[in-house]
């Protein structure tokens, strides 16, 4: 299990995939980030555009009125929460570590280390590129969508249910079985 000082460190050290920190850069990373625990089966309550980092578990977007899964955030990525006028919630598939940063501490982290934008515009690439990959699966056929999708999820395939991965793929759990 991961305690919060390890799940900070986990987003620092994703953010050093990609620049420089130095130890001050870390401290104000760690300064202003908080951790969260979300139980299974709970939903992730923040504030509008606060940003977040899986450190441990894995949350589905789901859709309030039809269960409709937008995507899977897994260890290791980056996501944005969502206006309250969003149908949408984070919902935590197992019990989740969520590094949390508000928006005003992450503008501010940018405006005084500008290092930290090619990092910061590679989370939203991986962000964005979640939901072109769900758009990408829906138009192929079901089997070969399942296919892609459990190679794209690789380990964290096992941790998701085949109700869950057959919502992602809008077919019939019975379905999605079969395939």
Known sequence: MVDSTDAKNYLVQRIKS???VSESLKGQILERTTVRKIANDRNLSLYEDDHFFV??????????DNQDIAHFIVEGQFGIFPSECSRYSFIGMENCKIVV??????????????????AYRRFLFEWAMQRIWRTELLLLPAAEAK?????????????????DLAAYLSVNTSYYSTI
């Open 18 to 20: 990609y620049v420089d």
């Open 55 to 64: 450190a441990e578990g894995i949350l589905k977007k789901e859709n309030q």
């Open 101 to 118: 940063m508000r928006q005003e501490n992450l503008d501010y982290l940018l405006a005084q280390n500008q290092s930290l934008l090619p």
């Open 147 to 163: 296919a892609v999708l459990l190679k794209r999820l690789g380990k964290f395939a096992n941790r998701i249910s085949n109700k």
